[in-house]
């Protein structure tokens, strides 16, 4: 890789939750992100979240959908952001349950800690940390869920061996996750800002499912559920000169966000 990941992805995430705190993310942007977040959210009441943190959805499905979160368990949220998924599911665990937001961004866990506290809720922490690197102890969680950010790293089997290692026995994962369904070219992939834009780090399924194998993890489910039309790819925030109109054409259809499900 000619670039640092977890650098550019710290870049890129971090100035999108600076300027919704400071009220700058521009007016299309936003409106961008709201209409994706109500696409992924539909038949969901967001009456009660702070719309900081729905400027601030970045995924590219909704997990809780599939997650079938109980009443009392403890939950992860792997890049949580500006907190909607981990304050969306924090009324599933109920006053008996926790969940748990983690990320790497200073400016997203800032933010996220003041949506928290517009919502009131108290069964919400943010820790800070590397999904690479989960900083609880083995066997503490129920279940694990995360929306477009496993794309993100450029080590995925260091990701899912740590969700395999706190999770319970009989705990599982559900993700939302960007997979590629058909080849692009190289050039797509080394571009930082592709990579940083939940494009290029995106793997085909069977590989993201050998991954999965790999951890440990069964009854592994695949499932994409948006296709990436030439639309959606033009509605990302990355400079449209880095690639040429055929490269455009390639990425039309490459990626869907997929919903994935594993038990340990």
Not at 27 to 54: M, W
Not at 100 to 121: C, I, P, Q, R, S
Not at 170 to 186: F, H
Not at 190 to 200: D, P
Request: charged share 25%; aromatic share 8%; net charge negative.
């Amino acid at each position: 890789m000619d670039f640092d990941v977890k650098k550019e992805v710290k870049d890129f995430y971090g100035n999108i939750a600076q300027k919704v705190q400071e009220d700058t993310y521009s007016t299309c942007s936003c409106c961008q992100e709201i209409s994706r977040a109500q696409r992924n959210y539909a038949g969901q009441n967001l009456d009660d979240i702070p719309k900081e943190a729905i400027e601030a959805s970045l995924g590219c499905a909704n997990p809780l959908v599939f997650a079938q979160i109980k009443e009392g368990e403890t939950i992860l949220d792997l890049g949580s952001g500006g907190g909607i998924d981990v304050l969306m599911a924090s009324k599933y665990v109920g006053e008996s349950g926790k969940i748990y937001g983690l990320d790497m961004t200073d400016e997203m866990l800032e933010l996220a800690n003041k949506n928290k506290e517009k919502m009131g809720v108290k069964n919400v922490e943010f820790i800070k940390g590397y999904i690479e690197d989960i900083p609880l102890e083995d066997g503490a969680l129920d279940a694990i869920i995360s929306n477009c950010v496993i794309n993100l790293s450029d080590n995925k089997q260091k990701v899912y061996m740590e969700a395999y290692r706190v999770l319970k026995e009989g705990g599982r994962v559900a993700i939302a996750d960007v997979v590629s369904l058909k080849p692009v070219s190289e050039h797509i992939k080394k571009q930082a800002q592709l990579w940083a834009g939940c494009i290029s780090g995106a793997m085909p399924i069977a590989e993201y499912k050998k991954i999965l194998e790999i951890a440990g993890f069964r009854n592994i489910s695949i499932e994409p559920v948006h296709i990436y039309t030439k639309e959606i790819i033009n509605g990302l925030s990355f400079d449209k000169n880095l690639i040429t109109e055929d490269e455009l054409n390639q990425m039309t259809g490459a990626f869907a966000g997929a919903h994935i499900k594993a038990w340990k």
